[in-house]
Structures are given as C-alpha cells and as structure tokens.
C-alpha cells in the first residue's frame, strides 16, 4: 500500500509535523512554561494539569500507528513533553521500538537531561534528534553533544528557547473568528498526540493548560479525534467538518496568539531551586 504524507491527507499545502507529548514532567521548572513545569505535582493543585504526572501508554502510541497505517510513516515524529528524557529510560526505548517498527521517522525533542542513559542501539533508530538550549541547561547539552557524537548518526538540530511565554496573559481575548481559524497556517501543521487524544495544532496542549480545562479532551474525543477511534484516519482527513466548533471558536477564534492582536508577556529562563540539569550516568572503564 502506498504511503501518503499526512500534508496529503489533510488537503494542505504546508509539511506536518507529529508531536508526542508524552509527558507534562520536566527535570527544570522554567517560569511561565506552557505546561507549569516550574510548578510542583499535587492532588490539592488548583491546575487540572499540575494534579499527576502524565505519562503517555505505549499502546495509545501503537495504536496511532495501526490507525494511520499508509500515512505519514516519512514525517516526522518527535517525542516530546515536558522531557522526554526525565521518564525512565524503558519507557523512552518502548516508544521509539513501536514508531521504528511501524516504520514511522522517530526523533526527539530533548533538554539533554538524560540523553546519555539511552543505549546506542536506540539512538540509532532515531532520525533527528533537536537538542534544545534554556541556558540553564548548558552542562547537559555540552555532555549530550559529546555522547551524540560517538553514538548517533542521524541529523542533530541545536535550538536555544531562552523566553517563556504567559499565555494567560491572552487567553479569552475575544478578537479572532472561526474563518481565521480555519484559513490558520498552524492548524494542522503540528498533529499532536497527547494519547489517546489527538489535538490538531501545535498550541492545543498549552491552551487547556492555560484555560484550566478537561473539556476540550472531552469534546476532541466525542469527534473522534482519538486513538480509540477505529475510523481516525478519516475523522482526520474530514477535519473541517469533525473538528469540533467549540475548539476552533473558544481555542483558535477567542484564545490563541495568532488571533490577538495583543502581545503577550514572555520572561528569561532562569536556574531554578528544583532543577536537576543533568542525570548523572555511571561511567564504566573499557576492558
């Protein structure tokens, strides 16, 4: 069977990226970040998010790929989080086994924290990996860049993020329409999997972090924008008449950034008491 990207399968002109967020947990707590890593886990937390650890089921990830079989196997995946590599190494080597052997181009997006506790055989399953700089980070990318080195043959992308943004500075701004949304030149360009759900852009996770709300899940799993959904890749493919409206007027029309005309506030990154930068991996000597 033929495989069709998933630019194809949408109708639009730009390349789509699948992004795994496979986890809201972060090994530094940068202030304002769209996920609130910065703050602690707690069952009396007031952020629906900020409640428990999430951490995304191998077989939700399995699951996407039987779904979608023919589509996108040559897009990339990135696994992503909060970090990626602040979940146990088992875990992160389960995900990259189910996308390589389903054929899908698996990378990562990485602070560095534990990218040498990965085994070289994994590594080298991986496409690309991006290594992204918050300039508190600078001893584990240093020590990732010289592991990568020995270990990793595939494209290596050095990003620096040294902002982050409020976004509830914007949200329920009230300034976007629904004809915007749907003309946006982000929607559908990041598919997210947040498994089991599927959310159609880039900023879908930030924004129910930001609101401080379950409901769009709910709706985006009633449209069948779910991995539990035998029918996924049409429910995709009919995406402008199953995405649900609530998601395109209250995220896109009345929430998102591109559709303010205000600016919103961002803040320099800095170290944080709670930060563990680098995970500290045994070295044993060569015999």
Not at 36 to 65: G, M, Q, W
Request: hydrophobic share 40%; glycine share 6%.
């Amino acid at each position: 069977m033929p495989s069709h990207s998933f630019r194809q399968l949408f109708g639009i002109s730009q390349e789509v990226t699948v992004r795994i967020n496979a986890t809201n947990v972060c090994n530094i707590h940068c202030t304002h970040c769209d996920n609130d890593a910065h703050l602690p886990f707690s069952k009396n937390s007031e952020l629906i998010y900020r409640k428990n650890p999430i951490v995304a089921s191998v077989a939700d990830v399995e699951e996407f790929c039987e779904l979608l079989a023919g589509v996108g196997e040559n897009d990339p995946h990135l696994l992503t989080g909060g970090e990626i590599t602040a979940l146990p190494v088992a875990t992160i080597v389960s995900y990259i086994d189910v996308l390589h052997r389903y054929g899908r181009k698996v990378g990562m997006r990485t602070n560095g924290y534990n990218v040498c506790g990965i085994p070289p055989e994994k590594l080298q399953l991986l496409d690309r990996i991006h290594l992204n700089s918050h300039g508190v980070n600078q001893e584990a990318i240093v020590a990732s860049r010289a592991y990568l080195d020995r270990h990793f043959r595939g494209t290596l992308i050095v990003e620096e993020t040294l902002q982050h943004r409020d976004l509830r500075a914007i949200v329920r701004h009230g300034q976007g329409t629904i004809a915007q949304a749907l003309a946006c030149d982000h929607l559908l360009t990041t598919l997210t999997l947040l498994p089991p759900v599927v959310l159609p852009c880039c900023n879908t996770w930030a924004l129910m972090n930001a609101l401080n709300s379950e409901a769009m899940i709910g709706s985006l799993i009633a449209a069948g924008w779910s991995v539990h959904n035998p029918d996924l890749k049409n429910t995709l493919r009919s995406w402008r008449t199953t995405l649900p409206e609530e998601f395109l007027q209250s995220f896109c029309a009345d929430s998102c950034y591109k559709t303010t005309k205000a600016s919103f506030s961002s803040y320099p990154i800095q170290a944080h008491p709670r930060d563990r930068v680098l995970k500290r991996i045994p070295i044993v000597a060569q015999s």
